[in-house]
């Protein structure tokens, strides 16, 4: 059974930073490119950012570029999402997923930037 | 970006009813190897989302076959043959042929 855990979230003040983790089994996960999508209280779906299968190559949208970090490490089958800079707009649930087709979800975890 | 713009935003229907869900896109999703990266997803209530349809048509393991998909370049269809209680929530385009992208979503309620 293909399984997304996240874990790290939480209540962080505006400015300070959060690591997220998504651990993945049930599926080989270093075939696979992976991706985070969060979703704000009540809105819809917003991709945030994606790694390639091996790691090399990393792709952000334009509102948490250079404050967001995307890696992975294979070998533990895990992938991390470090976010600097938190802002009150980065207050969402962040799902982890899985390939082009966004064919896995994890649960989510909830992030809350406030002071 | 791509702009998915996804009608109606709220579709009431009865059990049985077969309905569908337009998502059009401001580019041509037609990737240059010859995919096209449109994909469909269901939120449940209080649940992550999940896959039904990629590259446009092609249905996921494990959802129904009353639950179709077609289109090309820029428009797109997701049809529902006879929707059931479990089929209720929101249902997102998404469109990874260029920096993805989710429509807004359509909730599909009972009428």
């Known amino acids: 059974e293909v399984q997304l855990v996240e874990s790290g979230g939480g209540l962080v003040q505006p400015g300070r930073s959060m690591k997220l983790s998504c651990a993945a089994s049930?599926?080989?996960?270093?075939?696979?490119?992976m991706a985070w999508v969060r979703q704000a209280p009540t809105k819809g779906l917003e991709w945030v950012a994606t790694i390639s299968y091996d790691g090399s190559s990393t792709y952000y949208r334009d509102s948490v570029k250079g404050r967001f970090t995307i890696s992975r490490d294979n070998a533990k089958s895990t992938l991390y999402l470090q976010m600097n800079s938190l802002r009150s707009e980065d207050t969402a649930t962040y799902y982890c997923?899985?390939?082009?087709?966004?064919?896995?979800w994890g649960q989510g975890v909830m992030v809350t930037v406030s002071s | 970006d791509v702009v998915l713009t996804q009608t109606p935003p709220t579709l009431s229907a009865t059990i049985g009813q077969s309905v569908s869900i337009s998502c059009r896109s401001s580019q041509s999703l037609l990737h240059s190897n010859g995919n096209t990266y449109l994909n469909w997803l269901l939120q449940r209530p209080g649940q992550p989302p999940q896959l039904l349809i990629y590259l446009v048509s092609r249905l996921e393991s494990g959802v129904p076959n009353r639950f179709s998909g077609s289109g090309s370049g820029t428009d797109f269809t997701l049809k529902i043959s006879g929707v059931e209680a479990e089929d209720l929530g929101v249902y997102y385009c998404?469109?990874?042929?260029?920096?993805?992208?989710f429509g807004a979503g359509t909730k599909l309620e009972l009428k």
């Open positions: 049930g599926f080989t996960f270093s075939n696979y490119g």
């Open positions: 998404v469109q990874s042929t260029h920096a993805p992208t």
């Open positions: 997923t899985s390939g082009r087709h966004f064919d896995y």
